[in-house]
């Protein structure tokens, strides 16, 4: 990864959240309504935020939920595209494109 990928969402969880208002992992868990492992493998950036966490989160700490994915998700697509990067495939031209349709049909 590079200086320009987006940090695991889970680290804006850790700052801007707990560390934020003095929280500790088990505080900030009970806040939330989840176990103090989940919430410390979302913080340990061990795991990502569901849209079940992002509603949670957003609950408790404010923004809304799609905020909270949005992270989630510059993260995954950051690290599908470095994955990516060297995979050999190329765009369907427009004729193969009418002649895979025309069999489908």
């Known amino acids: 990864m590079n200086h320009t990928d987006p940090a695991h969402p889970g680290k804006a969880v850790r700052e801007e959240c707990l ?4 929280l500790s992992v088990f505080q900030a868990a009970k806040l939330i309504g ?3 492992q989940a919430l410390n493998n979302l913080v340990n ?3 990502g935020i569901s849209p079940e966490m992002a509603i949670r989160l957003a609950a408790v700490f ?3 939920p799609e905020a909270w994915l949005h992270l989630q998700m ?3 697509l950051a690290h599908a595209k470095e994955r990516l990067a060297g ?6 031209s427009a004729s193969a494109m009418n ?3 025309a069999r489908l049909f």
């Open 62 to 64: 404010g923004g809304e």
């Open 45 to 47: 950036c061990h795991c």
């Open 19 to 22: 560390a934020r208002h003095g």
């Open 74 to 76: 510059e993260y995954d």
């Open 99 to 101: 002649e895979q349709q």
């Open 87 to 92: 995979l050999d495939i190329a765009a369907l």
């Open 34 to 36: 989840v176990t103090r």
